[in-house]
Structure formats: C-alpha cells, structure tokens
C-alpha cells in the first residue's frame, strides 16, 4: 500500500523559504504524477503544483508560477516543493498526493493517495 510522508514545514517570515519533502513507500513509481496541493483555513483545498514521474514535466498554479519548483528525485522515491518569496497568503497545510497515469489533474478527487500534511505559517 502507498504511503505517502510529508515533512518540511514550519514558521517563516514573508520573503523566506522553505523546502518541502514528500517521501513515498509501498509501489514502484512509473507511469504516475506527483501533486502538491494546500489549504487554508476556511477554505478548500487547491491544486500548487504537480510533476510527471518519468518526464518530470510540470505544472503550477498561476498564484505560485515563478516562486515555487516541484522536482523529483527518482532514486529517493521522494517529490520536492521548493518554496521561496513566501507570502502570508501561502500559509496552509500543504500534502502532497499521487494520481495514477500521465495526465496533470488540477482537482484533488482525481489523486488517490495523500499524505497527511505539513504547516507551512508565513508572518507578514
């Protein structure tokens, strides 16, 4: 059975940076995709970032384009999210998720495993 360990988060100050580690134990990664997705309190969950296993092409949501990278590293079984220029507005619990097959879903019912989540806290 996947499993899915997230870890990385904490409290930072607007303009810092973070690095996020999702490690994953239990199958042999092929043809799959690798999202991150976060949540605020209040408000529902919503698609960051996402990778291809085997290509490592990605995609980012428009409010993290150019501030935060997704990578992978193969060998590890284990996803990044790169964090930097953080904001206020950044802060949530942040899980990562895998979705079988190669297509890039944005929307989380499309991932059939989570891990259980980091904080990630930005002060102004």
């Known amino acids: 059975q996947l499993q899915l360990v997230e870890s990385g988060g904490g409290l930072v100050q607007a303009g810092d940076s973070l690095r996020l580690s999702c490690v994953a134990s239990?199958?042999?990664?092929?043809?799959?995709?690798m999202g991150w997705f976060r949540q605020a309190p209040g408000k529902e969950r919503e698609f960051v970032a996402a990778?291809?296993?085997?290509?490592?092409?990605?995609t980012y949501a428009d409010s993290v384009e150019g501030r935060f990278t997704i990578s992978r590293d193969n060998a590890k079984n284990t996803v990044y999210l790169q964090l930097s220029s953080l904001k206020p507005e950044d802060t949530a619990v942040y899980s990562c998720?895998?979705?079988?097959?190669?297509?890039?879903?944005?929307?989380?019912?499309?991932?059939?495993?989570w891990g259980q989540g980091t904080q990630v806290t930005v002060s102004s």
């Open positions: 239990g199958r042999t990664f092929s043809r799959c995709v």
């Open positions: 990778i291809r296993w085997r290509s490592g092409s990605t």
């Open positions: 998720a895998y979705k079988m097959g190669e297509f890039i879903a944005t929307s989380p019912p499309e991932y059939s495993s």
